[in-house]
């Protein structure tokens, strides 16, 4: 997993682009994409499913 694999907000989002434009990195252009995709995942399924998630961890805390 990459380090931006966790990210979550759109805030993170600008923060890992505005990183990598300022680096030279052609070799890594693909994975570079990818884990932007992923943060931009990560920020559509907590923009769907944040308040259900919370309520489903809210009712099932004791089986954690």
């Known amino acids: 997993k990459s380090v931006t694999s966790r990210g979550k907000t759109k805030q993170e989002l600008e923060e890992v682009k505005k990183f990598f434009r300022k680096k030279h990195v052609q070799n890594a252009k693909m994975a570079i994409k990818q884990s932007l ?5 990560n920020i ?6 944040e308040k259900e998630v919370l309520k489903w961890f809210k009712q099932n805390q004791q089986f954690l």
Not at 37 to 41: A, F, Q, S, T, V
């Open 37 to 41: 995709e992923n943060i931009e995942i």
């Open 44 to 49: 559509n399924f907590l923009e769907k499913n």
